[in-house]
């Protein structure tokens, strides 16, 4: 233990992180043991090289002057036919993956256990991680072949995930078509001193690397041999707060996969962004290479453009869905390739003060995290496809606990989209004034997955107001 202590303070001392070790003496054998465990194995390469992103003054924005939009691919129905064909055929030979990224803190939402765990589902308030193993279910009903799902979780919610799924015997699916990967974590830093946060004495506080992080956590834990020895070809991402998520889809697919749209590496859907203040990255071209620019990062003038249509010059929202080749993603996070870069967030993080022996709250935020973005693969892509999605069939996420994005909103959305599937079939629907249905409906994806699908048997006449129904 004392070359260990003393190894762990010249560490510290040489990197001005010396604090870290001010209450040593006090702790009893077991915190000491595991506040040297936590000093040994925090990444000081990546801490070492990050430390201008760390102070603010390395991070390269991306210059707006040097952005060009994106026109993203909207089928009209006979080329959705044909993507579609395409997309099914590489799922029913197998060569598709889940990748859902549900590793992330969730501190807008608050909800007491991981975010997938939340109901998310109008009438039957159906946790997230059922809405998507309901989806993976009818894909493999359908085309007769599984589809493996990887989840990625983070130290802090891992066991908590593997619990739930087990308790809910894993949605129906087989137990051994999900894996759970745990992605990395980095310490929190004061925005102002740059030295490392404690959550507690002897508790270096911590938190997951960011959404990026997954892809090195999916090379690091084994994943992608482990897809390659499933025959996966194709790498489907999605985030674990949008119950609408298309996790497999057909037409999306099958663009990747067209040589004439991408070279399927790295393929991306949109939403049309139409309120300029909309706080959401939005698709443009950086010397021709596919870019995400966060909406902090777009200046105001450049995000209220309009083009000779009169849309937003830089429209194609980010939803967060990807499809990555898996040989594309070996050779980023494999043996040899460069990585995705490190960003800087300005976070509100609570942390201990060894001098008043207080967990102090900020009153704002206080703390630097280091995260990596999936979408920062995108630019190592050649040539990458952006498929045109309609908002209200895809993306209702919930990531704050009341107001825009929340429960209540995604609720709207999804029982909106299913009032419309219905009323495509003759069904009379209250609609309120503001263009709402006046009702709570779902729809799950065992039932169907589109209008066309839905079992005529099951369709009533009309809706009646305030009522619930699920199908
Ligand atoms: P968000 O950026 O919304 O973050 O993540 P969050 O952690 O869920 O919520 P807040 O910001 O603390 O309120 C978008 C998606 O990326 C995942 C999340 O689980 C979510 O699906 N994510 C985020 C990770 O998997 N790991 C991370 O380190 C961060």
């Known amino acids: 233990m004392l070359n260990r202590l003393e190894t762990a303070r010249k560490l510290l001392d040489s990197r001005d992180q010396g604090h870290l070790l001010q209450e040593f003496e006090s702790l009893d054998s077991q915190a ?34 040097c952005l060009a939009p994106v026109e993203a691919h909207v089928p009209d129905t006979d080329s ?48 997230l991680f059922a809405c998507f193993a309901e989806q993976l279910r009818a894909v493999r009903h359908r085309y007769g072949a599984g589809v493996p799902w990887y989840i990625i979780t983070s130290p802090e919610n891992d066991s908590s995930t593997r619990n739930f799924l087990l308790d809910n015997k894993c949605f129906g699916l087989d137990r051994d078509s999900i894996m759970l990967v745990q992605q990395g974590t980095m310490p929190s830093f004061d925005a102002e001193t740059g030295h ?31 897809m390659e020895s499933r025959g996966t070809t194709i790498i489907s991402y999605s985030q ?26 790295a393929s991306s859907k949109m939403v049309l962004k139409t309120d300029p203040a909309e706080r959401v990255g939005v698709f443009g071209l950086l010397e021709g290479r596919t870019c995400v620019i966060e909406y902090s990062d777009l200046p105001g003038t450049m995000a209220s453009a309009v083009d000779a249509d009169g849309r937003l010059r830089f429209h194609a929202a980010n939803i967060a869905m990807h499809l990555f080749s898996l040989s594309f993603i070996q050779s980023i996070v494999g043996e040899g390739g460069k990585g995705l870069p490190w960003h800087r967030a300005v976070k509100e993080v609570p942390s201990w003060n060894p001098e008043t022996r207080k967990l102090q709250k900020p009153s704002g935020p206080n703390a630097v995290k280091l995260e990596r973005f999936i979408f920062d693969v995108l630019g190592c892509a050649k040539r990458s496809a952006i498929l045109a999605t309609e908002r209200a069939e895809e993306f209702a996420p919930i990531k704050n606990a009341q107001g825009p994005d929340s429960q209540t909103t995604s609720f709207q959305i999804q029982s909106d989209l299913f009032a419309h599937w219905l009323e495509e079939r003759g069904v009379v629907i209250p609609w309120t004034s503001e263009g709402h249905v006046d009702a709570a409906i779902e729809i799950a994806p065992g039932t169907a997955m589109s209008s066309g699908e839905i079992p005529s048997e099951l369709l009533p006449s009309s809706i009646e107001p305030g009522s619930s129904m699920l199908l």
């Open 32 to 65: 000491a043991e595991q506040l040297l465990d936590q000093v040994e194995s925090l990444h000081w390469d990546v801490i070492d090289q990050a430390r201008d992103v760390i102070s603010g003054v390395g991070e390269a924005a991306v210059d707006p002057d």
């Open 80 to 127: 959705a036919g044909s993507l579609r064909s395409a997309g099914e055929e590489a799922i029913a030979a197998g060569q598709v993956a889940a990748l859902t990224v549900a590793g992330g803190q969730g501190t807008r939402l608050g909800w007491n256990g991981p975010k997938g765990t939340y109901p998310a589902t109008p009438v039957s308030g159906k946790p």
């Open 196 to 226: 490392i946060l404690l959550s507690g004495p002897g508790r270096i506080a911590t938190s997951p690397d960011g959404h990026g992080g997954s892809l090195d956590a999916l090379h690091r834990s084994g994943a992608l041999s482990d």
């Open 240 to 265: 674990v707060d949008n119950p609408l998520a298309k996790i497999i889809d057909p037409v999306f697919i099958g663009l990747h996969v067209d040589e004439a749209h991408s070279s399927g590496e």
